[in-house]
């Protein structure tokens, strides 16, 4: 990981260098999630795929970030950070990427499926014995939960929940009691699918030709208003801003808080509103005017208004040659299946690379302790686990075999809340104890610690990881498990979690750094004691990967570093404030991002003084919220191996992609990486997956 350093001109301090804006990076984190939707080197219902990732991360984007833009403009406040210029700027850059998505799906993603014999049929383009089929699906399963509604004084405006999928209809004519009322809306129910597989038998003997729902509704509106004309219509989708604010210092019990709020998040206030292309003047300002939001706020999108529910097509589907080719992750390679954890833990500590390797590992050593009856205890926290979890199952055993189970849940874990609770509320039904952490912080720490009777003493075993205990998002998201019996780091462990049921004062730690309490100002320490290393002629590395970098403390003290002859690395997979490669202000810089096959989630954070190093694996980005509002860990890979192989599987390789990186240019846009002179192109994910299977090369990812 050596590099010669470049001392470049000062031109600016740290504190008056112009960060980059967090929420256009975010944006422009999608821009390179779409760019694989592009890519003809990935099989075509994987870039559908991707399409509707990008859509799924907009809504997301929109129910988190947008609010206080949109207020700022309604309410014309030109001061602060969110302002009338900050909503038109980023509306326009929403709009410019929303029109790229449309764009390809229309002209290029849709063609191309219908060359390989996918086609979903639209209502012009049915033949007779189609259109009977769909109207007969429609008296059968649609129109029987249909509940068409038309306003007037005693029919105001319906709620309509968040990216609910709905219709606006002009009638013309009078209804049934002369009257004329002249707008109606049919809200469509979420139960229903939004993509239906036509029978061969009416396609022509093709398996693949389908339907929208919408598309069903649509063809058949006017028997919805039997005795009126149907004119204008549109369907339409608001995206409501869902971040639920609890004061949980001014609430008795925040489970109850907190299940309570989750019954209004879908009726939040309105931030952007989607109707079909072709949609009336009259009605989308009718609309607009209902959800009170400015003209920036509406699309108008040339297809379906939520692209995410065409991933219900890709499901449908039975293509292996139009996905990626089946990736089975190896059982880690440092673990004896078996033998047992606990006898291979006191020989040294096991690294498992997920999803290269499976996280079976760490669901074997969980069920290993449930079946022993010599562990007595089994603490963990429970940030994202899904709704249907084996883990929670096994912890349920435990329970049951009268081991002393602990779980700290968090319970705001955001668009989470309703499963956490759910679990919380079922363990602590059958005696689990049960705790929702510090009040003001959210647990993001993922750690496990299993105390077991060996002889006369009680022996602690561990388990830290990067990311959740969740089994199906470990077969997509990049993350590191560390098992150990480290009796410095387990005993860190242990008070960690005494610290977060007691709340009393927390010991000196041995090993791990925590937020909030130390591992911000620690991370500044380090930083800055390689800052002096090279101002006095040593040699300062950082290398960091993570999720976001948005802290400025953290980039402040990172472009003084630089400055000061520190060369630094960074691979942030998502938003960046630094601006990276500023001539005379962050020269020694660099900043990738690297988007892939798989979501890129591990956080490792590497510094090398002189010929000094250190490694960190954590659960925490660079951002302020981790910092100072999150329960977060770091802790050190000491083994001089196991080090070795995290730099070289995490930090070299993704430095020396070819393929999948992007470079961070000064004014905040990427570039992807090209490959250079003959050799083929690397990349990360590729290698790695090539390296777990066995396999010569990493083709096919």
């Known amino acids: ?173 009078r209804d049934a009691f002369g009257r004329e009322n002249d707008i109606a809306i049919v809200k469509v129910p979420r139960v229903l699918p939004r993509m239906i597989r036509m029978p061969d038998k009416v396609c022509g003997g093709s398996h693949n030709f389908f339907v929208s729902l919408s598309s069903v509704i649509r063809a058949h509106l006017a028997e919805l208003f039997l005795g009126r004309s149907v004119g204008q219509f549109s369907q339409f989708r608001v995206t409501r801003h869902s971040d639920l604010a609890v004061d949980e210092d001014d ?22 509103l989607e109707v079909s292309a072709g949609c009336s003047e009259h009605l989308s300002n009718f609309l607009l005017k209902q959800f009170d939001l400015p003209e920036l706020a509406l699309y108008r999108v040339p297809g379906p208004v939520n692209l995410v529910r065409l991933s219900q097509l ?83 055993e435990a329970v049951r075999r009268g081991k002393e189970v602990t779980v700290v849940v968090e319970l705001k874990a955001r668009f989470d809340e309703e499963a956490n609770i759910n679990w919380a509320e079922m363990l602590e039904s059958i005696g689990a104890q049960v705790l929702y952490g510090v009040v003001g912080l959210k647990t993001h720490a993922k750690m ?100 976001a970098l948005t802290d400025e403390g953290l980039i402040h003290a990172l472009i003084r570093a630089g400055q000061k002859g520190v060369k630094i690395d960074l691979i942030v997979r998502g938003a960046c404030m630094l601006p990276a490669q500023l001539p005379g202000v962050t020269d020694n810089i660099r900043v990738r991002s690297v988007i892939g096959r798989f979501l890129e989630h591990s956080r490792v954070f590497y510094f090398r003084k002189n010929e000094e190093e250190e490694l960190y694996l954590s659960s925490a980005d660079w951002m302020n919220r981790n910092m100072m509002r999150r329960v977060e860990l770091a802790w050190p890979v000491t083994d001089p191996v196991q080090r070795q192989r995290i730099i070289d599987e995490c930090l070299v390789a993704y430095l020396h992609d070819g393929v999948d990186a992007w470079d961070l240019l000064p004014d905040g846009t990427y570039a992807r990486v090209k490959s250079m002179g003959r050799r083929k192109a690397h990349g990360a994910q590729a290698a790695l997956m090539a390296r777990y299977s066995g396999q010569v090369d990493g083709q096919g990812a």
């Open 1 to 173: 990981m050596s590099s010669s350093p470049r001392q470049p001109k000062l031109t600016q301090t740290p504190a008056h260098v112009a960060l980059l804006d967090r929420d256009h990076s975010i944006l422009a984190f999608n821009e390179r999630v779409l760019n694989w939707a592009y890519r003809k080197d990935v099989p075509l219902l994987e870039r559908l795929r991707y399409l509707c990732i990008v859509s799924s991360n907009l809504d997301e984007f929109f129910e988190v970030r947008a609010e206080p833009h949109l207020a700022a403009e309604q309410s014309k406040d030109e001061k602060g950070t969110f302002t009338i210029e900050s909503f038109k700027r980023l509306s326009h850059a929403a709009h410019t990427l929303v029109a790229r998505q449309y764009a390809l799906y229309n002209d290029d993603l849709i063609p191309t499926l219908e060359a390989q014999g996918i086609k979903i049929v639209s209502h012009g383009d049915r033949n007779d014995e189609q259109r009977q089929w769909v109207k007969l699906y429609f008296e059968r399963e649609v129109r029987p939960l249909l509940i068409p509604v038309g306003l007037d004084p005693s029919h105001p405006f319906p709620q309509v929940a968040n990216k609910s999928l709905n219709f606006i209809v002009r009638l013309s004519g």
């Open 251 to 272: 609430v008795k019990n925040l489970r109850t808080a907190l299940r309570q709020g989750l019954a209004h998040r879908h009726f939040g206030q309105a931030v952007r």
């Open 314 to 396: 890709v499901d449908l589907m039975d293509a292996p040659h139009l996905c990626f080719p089946f990736y089975k992750s190896s059982y880690p390679t440092q673990l004896n299946p078996g033998t047992s954890f606990f006898d291979q833990l006191k020989q040294g500590d096991v690294l498992i690379h997920q999803p290269f390797e499976s996280f079976d590992g760490v669901l074997a050593f969980l069920r290993e302790a449930v079946n022993d009856p010599q562990v007595l205890a089994i603490k963990q926290t429970i940030y994202r686990t899904g709704s249907d979890s084996v883990l929670m199952d096994l912890l349920r």
């Open 448 to 547: 496990m610690l299993i105390t077991r009777r060996e002889g006369k003493q009680l022996k602690r075993y561990a388990h830290l990881s990067t990311g959740n205990y969740n089994p199906r998002t470990a077969r997509l998201y990049t993350d590191w498990s560390h098992l150990t019996a480290d009796p410095l780091l387990t005993m860190d462990v242990e008070n960690v979690f005494v610290h977060l049921a007691s709340h009393s004062r927390l010991p000196k730690l041995n090993r791990v750094l925590l937020a909030p309490l130390y591992l911000h100002p620690k991370l500044i320490q380090k930083i800055n004691e390689l800052a002096d290393v090279a101002a006095s002629g040593g040699v300062g590395r950082i290398v960091a990967k993570m999720n």
